[in-house]
């Protein structure tokens, strides 16, 4: 499975940015999708992830009330809606995919995950 993240960009805080996951390849051993970031100077950190045959899904805390995640299957592909964007959310997203079916509370777990995207930038100003 090959993944491409797009969507990243420079927004305004308050702002809204759409991430894109387009997976490739063997699609069908998809299990679940996640996203995870990290910003300058940190450790990558888990931020949601959908498990892609019923669309649970899990987020931490700092994006719960502010972020969607969802899937389309027929386009393989995920998406990740973050809403009313703060300075703190500036980092390079990732996505991941996983052959596994996880419960949602293994799901932030990095190393559950098969494959990596190339990762996208979001920046958002103050």
């Known amino acids: 499975v090959q993944l491409q993240a797009s969507g990243g960009g420079l927004v305004q805080a308050g702002g809204s940015l759409r991430l894109s996951c387009a997976a490739s390849?063997?699609?069908?051993?998809?299990?679940?999708m996640g996203w995870f970031r990290q910003a300058p100077g940190k450790e990558r950190e888990f931020v949601a992830a959908?498990?892609?045959?019923?669309?649970?899904?899990r987020y931490t805390d700092s994006v719960k009330y502010r972020a969607t995640i969802s899937r389309d299957r027929v386009k393989s592909t995920g998406y990740l809606q973050m809403n009313r964007l703060k300075p703190e959310d500036t980092a390079i997203y990732y996505c991941?995919?996983?052959?596994?079916?996880?419960?949602?509370?293994?799901?932030?777990?990095?190393?559950?995950?098969?494959?990596w995207g190339q990762g996208t930038l979001v920046t958002v100003s103050s």
């Open positions: 959908i498990r892609w045959s019923d669309s649970g899904s």
């Open positions: 390849g063997r699609t069908f051993s998809i299990g679940a």
């Open positions: 991941a995919a996983t052959n596994s079916r996880p419960i949602t509370g293994v799901m932030a777990r990095e190393d559950l995950y098969d494959y």
